[in-house]
C-alpha cells in the first residue's frame, strides 16, 4: 500500500535547523510530483514547497523563501526539505504530499516546534 513516513521533526532554536524527509512507498516515486505542506493549530494546511517528478523548478511559498530548499533523490524515494534560520512562525505539523496519475498521498505529519 501507499506509504509517505515522515521524519527530522523536533524542537529547535531560533536560528536553527531542521531536516525533514519522507519516505515513500507504494508507488511510482519518481513520476510524482513532491510538496511539503504546514499546519499549525487552528490554521488551515499550507504548501510550503513543491518538487516536480524529475526535480528541476521548485515553488516556495513566500514566506520560507531563501530559508527552506526541497529536494528529492528518487533512488531512494525519498523528499527532503532542508530548513534554516527557522523562526517560532515556522511551528507547525509538517506533511509530506504526493501527486500524481493515482491521485493524492499524505503522510501523517511530524512536529516542527521552534522555540523563541
Known amino acids: 500500500q501507499v506509504q509517505l513516513v515522515e521524519s527530522g521533526g523536533g524542537l529547535v532554536q531560533t536560528g536553527g535547523s531542521l531536516r525533514l524527509s519522507c519516505a515513500a512507498s507504494?508507488?511510482?516515486?519518481?513520476?510524482?510530483?513532491m510538496s511539503w505542506y504546514r499546519q499549525a493549530p487552528g490554521k488551515e494546511r499550507d504548501l510550503v514547497a513543491r518538487?516536480?517528478?524529475?526535480?528541476?523548478?521548485?515553488n516556495y511559498a513566500d514566506s520560507v523563501k531563501g530559508r527552506f530548499t526541497i529536494s528529492r533523490d528518487n533512488s531512494k524515494n525519498t523528499v527532503y526539505l532542508q530548513m534554516n534560520s527557522l523562526k517560532p512562525e515556522d511551528t507547525a505539523v509538517y506533511y509530506c504530499?504526493?501527486?500524481?496519475?493515482?491521485?493524492?498521498?499524505w503522510g501523517q505529519g511530524t512536529q516542527v516546534t521552534v522555540s523563541s
Open positions: 507504494g508507488f511510482s516515486f519518481s513520476l510524482y510530483a
Open positions: 518538487i516536480p517528478s524529475r526535480g528541476g523548478s521548485t
Open positions: 504530499n504526493a501527486n500524481g496519475l493515482r491521485g493524492t498521498f
